[in-house]
T-cell receptor
Framework: DAGVTQSPTHLIKTRGQQVTLRCSPK?????VSWYQQALGQGPQFIFQ???????QRGNFPDRFSGHQFPNYSSELNVNALLLGDSALYLC????????????FGPGTRLTVL | QKEVEQNSGPLSVPEGAIASLNCTYS??????FFWYRQYSGKSPELIMF????GDKEDGRFTAQLNKASQYVSLLIRDSQPSDSATYLC????????????FGKGTKLTVNP
């Protein structure tokens, strides 16, 4: 039974570029949440997807957008990259409403130069 | 805005000792709390969650919740070098459920 998977593992981009990160939830899970973790900080909630819709959103600009597919996998898109977007991007999956069973993927390390 | 405060440490304890990690939170209405462990370069892993006042024990780990004081703690008994990691306290943010609010984490080092 595969856990949460994310791709790519690492990514290097330059300012102004766009990036797409991908996440496949744990088998059976239907909800995907995305978090940004800057160095030395705790994860910060970006948004959450359930039934292919954004259900909740944190304090992130519209440059951050996402999508959920019928197979529950999800993408995080970031446009017009800034140096400050450099972070570990974490995907977490769960059953809808079961926040006590939120499993994190290995993350994607994004570096913006 | 809901917030959670943790002593960022680092906290250093000798092997076999009890490590005590603390967290305070801003929202008196919060009902549930989670402790995640994060090894360097890895993703967070849920190790404990607690809903009720008092203690909850799981092996060497004990979570303690005091809602009146808005305080939650994690005790690790018989600390092992493999417990060396950053421990993150979290609870559901606005709207509850999956939107977790995390503290900055406390880095724990267990010295052999």
């Amino acid at each position: 039974d595969a856990g949460v998977t994310q791709s790519p593992t690492h990514l290097i981009k330059t300012r102004g570029q766009q990036v797409t990160l991908r996440c496949s939830p744990k088998s059976g899970h239907d909800t995907v949440s995305w978090y940004q973790q800057a160095l030395g900080q705790g994860p910060q909630f970006i948004f959450q997807y359930y039934e292919e819709e954004e259900r909740q959103r944190g304090n992130f600009p519209d440059r951050f957008s996402g999508h959920q597919f019928p197979n529950y996998s999800s993408e995080l898109n970031v446009n017009a990259l800034l140096l400050g977007d450099s972070a570990l991007y974490l995907c977490a999956s769960s059953f809808w409403g079961a926040y006590n069973e939120q499993f994190f993927g290995p993350g994607t390390r994004l570096t913006v130069l | 805005q809901k917030e959670v405060e943790q002593n960022s440490g680092p906290l250093s304890v000798p092997e076999g000792a009890i490590a005590s990690l603390n967290c305070t939170y801003s929202d008196r209405g919060s009902q549930s709390f989670f402790w995640y462990r994060q090894y360097s370069g890895k993703s967070p892993e849920l190790i404990m969650f607690i809903y009720s006042n008092g203690d909850k024990e799981d092996g060497r780990f004990t979570a303690q919740l005091n809602k009146a004081s808005q305080y939650v703690s994690l005790l690790i008994r018989d600390s092992q070098p493999s417990d060396s990691a950053t421990y993150l306290c979290s609870f559901p943010g606005e709207g509850g459920s999956e939107k977790l609010v995390f503290g900055k984490g406390t880095k724990l080092t267990v010295n052999p």
